[in-house]
């Protein structure tokens, strides 16, 4: 069973809105998992519930249909790793086969052709996924995304090596690895896809920039934690990283005070995030507008998603979760966060 921490309304001063095509995108996933066999016939039978094509269609609310389609299966597909081999997987506490599997897998992202990983459903999902990718986005763009899927698949072994350790890694260590383990990265690249352009990289690579795509996966993130807790605690496994955990164990503290602490900090990351965007909004090109849009889209939506889709709410043991958001934030700084990896962040404004 999950815990009964209730989660209260968080703040979201960003838009809900969603892609008008969301049921047909799910359903055509729910067929792409199953053409593809992606994870285990158990595990599959529980993704193609979790509304993941209403999530993908959060994210690119006005984005290309056929974009918005291939995010919806990319995103089962992170899915069919992360859950099928790292968090329920044998290979979750063989880092070092997962390294060699994550490994080959990312061959075949970049050279599709390559006859590597035979018979291996991931491996046949991901040809078919970079096939879009080049279909749809540039050669810089697919170059960024399988950059950017080496860096969630590093980020997913450090973990594998804290699940064989069985120890839970301090705060700075966590919010770092929680930068790329929550598959926040990999999307990026999408939300240009989505929309028709390509930013330029002085524009992608921009301090700032990179700061507010950070601020976002982190926002992401840490709500995922807020909202993944009931499932997480309650789930089978006795190991599983969570920030209410890591602060619980840091500071000493209980769930609640966990709870309070973890809000803080997403709040005042949001705070900032804002300012950064107002400031850059100033001087930015249109495509900047619309990817600095999209990583608000991208945070809104999962939290609808996170609020309502039967993965977090799991109605066999219901969370205990709000069902609208704050519109101011219980905590109003731009204080910083006190983590190493990324007090750097709030020095931009
Ligand atoms: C998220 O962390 C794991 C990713 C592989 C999920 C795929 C989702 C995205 C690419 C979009 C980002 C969305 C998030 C972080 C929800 P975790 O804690 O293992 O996710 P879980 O659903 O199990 O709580
Ligand atoms: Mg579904
Ligand atoms: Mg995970
Ligand atoms: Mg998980
Ligand atoms: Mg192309
Ligand atoms: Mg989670």
């Not at 899915?79 to 075949?108: A, N």
């Not at 500071?251 to 609640?256: A, N």
């Amino acid at each position: 069973m999950g815990t009964d921490l209730a989660v209260p309304p968080i703040y979201s001063p960003f838009a809900e809105a969603i892609h008008p095509l969301y049921r047909d995108i799910d359903q055509q996933t729910a067929l792409w998992a199953e053409k593809f066999r992606i994870g285990s016939d158990e595990l599959r039978g529980r993704l193609v519930r979790h509304d993941i094509g209403g999530f993908s269609a959060r994210i690119l609310p006005e984005g290309r249909e056929e974009v918005v389609s291939l995010l919806s299966d990319f995103v089962l597909w992170l899915f069919g790793v992360d859950d099928g081999h790292c968090e329920e997987g044998e290979l979750g506490r063989k880092p070092g086969e997962l390294s060699g599997y994550l490994s080959r897998l990312l061959r075949v992202a970049q050279n599709p052709e390559t006859p590597m990983l035979p018979d291996d459903p991931l491996a046949d999902g991901l040809r078919d996924l970079r096939r879009r990718v080049d279909h749809y986005g540039t050669a810089g763009q697919a170059a960024r995304w399988v950059d950017a899927l080496r860096e969630y698949f590093f980020s997913v072994v450090w973990e594998a090596s804290h699940r064989t350790a069985g120890t839970v890694p301090d705060l700075d260590d966590y919010t770092l690895m929680r930068l790329y383990d929550g598959a926040t990265s990999v999307v990026l690249p999408l939300l240009e896809m989505g929309y028709g352009y390509e930013l330029q990289p002085h524009e992608r690579d921009n301090t700032r920039v990179r700061a507010a795509a950070e601020l976002a996966s982190f926002i992401i993130t840490w709500d995922n934690d807020i909202f993944s807790y009931h499932k997480e605690a309650g789930g089978k496994d006795e190991f599983w990283l969570n920030a209410l955990r890591v602060l619980e164990r840091e500071r000493g503290v209980s769930s609640e005070a966990a709870l309070d602490l973890a809000i803080s900090q997403r709040d005042r990351a949001t705070n900032l995030f804002l300012l950064l965007c107002e400031r850059l909004r100033a001087d930015a090109s249109p495509q900047l507008k619309q990817y600095l849009d999209s990583l608000g889209s991208f945070i809104r939506g999962a939290q609808d998603w996170g609020i309502t889709s039967v993965r977090y709410t799991t109605p066999h043991d219901p969370a205990r979760f709000p069902d609208a958001f704050r519109q101011t934030p219980v905590d109003p700084s731009v204080r910083p966060l006190g983590i190493a990896a990324v007090d750097w962040w709030f020095e931009l404004v």
